[in-house]
């Protein structure tokens, strides 16, 4: 058999497609625009690999989806293709809104044609795996318990309400159709190839850089870490035992506000890389720094900034026996390790199309 992924050059879907590939020898179409986000340095060990088939495209563009579909009669189609970045959704909403809502609708109405058509047994063993945020939850006040899987969708963000609106689109064409959906609501992943816009590769990269660490407001916000690769331990135990129709939330159990997290992530640069060592100055005064927690700036806070997510994760552990198996300790240790063994990772994908965007952003200065 084979199974289609979508957004497999990005962060967990190239996570997802690597470890799949280490563990089982089921070929993976791997269907991704390559946005800024999507690299294919993420797969270079799968170069020449029959196992993984790259196809660069839109899940928006229906013949493409259903020419693949036909093509491969994968048994599954696991949905991570998506804008992902909240900061970018404030800029510029409408990719959000052009991907996430549309092409996830095009892609639902390729996969109904292709599903509408198998044979039975095939039908009913077939899955549409929706990978989705908490975020679509909104926002917890500080003594608020965990996000459940009965909370409301009530998003806040242009990023929030284009998957709010996804993750309703793949529930409809579930109580509608009868597509066998599964969608999954996760936390914030942190681990290898994370794209240094996100908070935690941000903030190694610049303090490797002596750049300023930019905290939004007080820094007191709370996200619920989980390490990648538990994330698609997750969504595999998810595909396989699932019930459609339902949704799981994975997190785990990793709160920490924004501002311990850097903390953590300067203390674990001061130990396994020193700046002293490394010759690292602050790149605004020009002065040697000692410990890259001096490069720690306030900066304004996000416009609608959600203050705090938590996932309550004992649907999955209780009905599928998931668990993660890393602690933050042990995943952030591992993350800041990857970091300093790919610095040409991170140079390579901070040059080309996302200098192009930070330029237009915020100036050619910055770029
Ligand atoms: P990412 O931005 O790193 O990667 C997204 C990938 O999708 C890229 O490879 C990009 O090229 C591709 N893509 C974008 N638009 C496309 C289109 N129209 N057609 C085909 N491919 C397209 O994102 P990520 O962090 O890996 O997130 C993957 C999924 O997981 C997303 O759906 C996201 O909402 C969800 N999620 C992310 C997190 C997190 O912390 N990063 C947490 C929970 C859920
Ligand atoms: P981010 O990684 O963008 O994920 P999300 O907004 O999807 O949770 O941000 C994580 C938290 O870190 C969020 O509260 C915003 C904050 N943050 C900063 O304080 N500074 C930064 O430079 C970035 C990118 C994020």
Known sequence: MTILVTGGAGFIG??????????????????????????????????????????????GDRALVERLLGQHRPRAVLHFAAES????????????????????????????????????????????????????????GPTDPPFAETNRHEPNSPYSASKAASDHLVRAWHHTYGLPVLTTNCSNNYGPYHFPEKLIPLMIVNALAGKPLPIYGDGQQVRDWLYVKDHCSAIRRVLQAGRPGETYN??????????????????????????????????????????YAELITHVPDRPGHDRRYAIDARKIEREL??????????????????YLDHPQWVQRVQSGAYREWVARQYGTATA
């Open 321 to 338: 026996g998931w668990r993660p198996a890393e602690t933050f300790e042990t995943g952030i240790r591992k993350t800041v390790q990857w």
């Open 250 to 291: 994975i997190g785990g159990c990793n709160e920490k506000r924004n501002l311990e997290i850097v903390h953590a992530i300067c203390a674990l640069l001061d130990e396994l890389a020193p700046a002293a060592a490394r010759g690292v100055r602050d790149a605004r005064s020009g002065q040697p720094i000692e410990r």
């Open 14 to 59: 190239s996570n997802f497609v690597l470890d799949w590939l280490a563990q089982s020898d089921e070929p993976i179409v791997n269907l991704d625009k390559l946005t800024y986000a999507g690299n294919r340095e993420n797969l270079a060990t799968l170069e020449g690999d029959p196992r993984h088939i790259f196809v660069q495209g839109d899940i």
């Open 85 to 140: 970045h909240v900061d970018r959704s404030i800029h510029g909403p409408e990719d959000f809104i052009q991907t996430n809502v549309v092409g996830t609708f095009r892609l639902l109405e390729a996969v109904r044609a292709y599903w509408s058509a198998l044979p039975d047994a095939q039908r009913a063993a077939f899955r549409f795996l929706h990978v989705s945020t908490d975020e679509v939850y909104g926002t917890l």
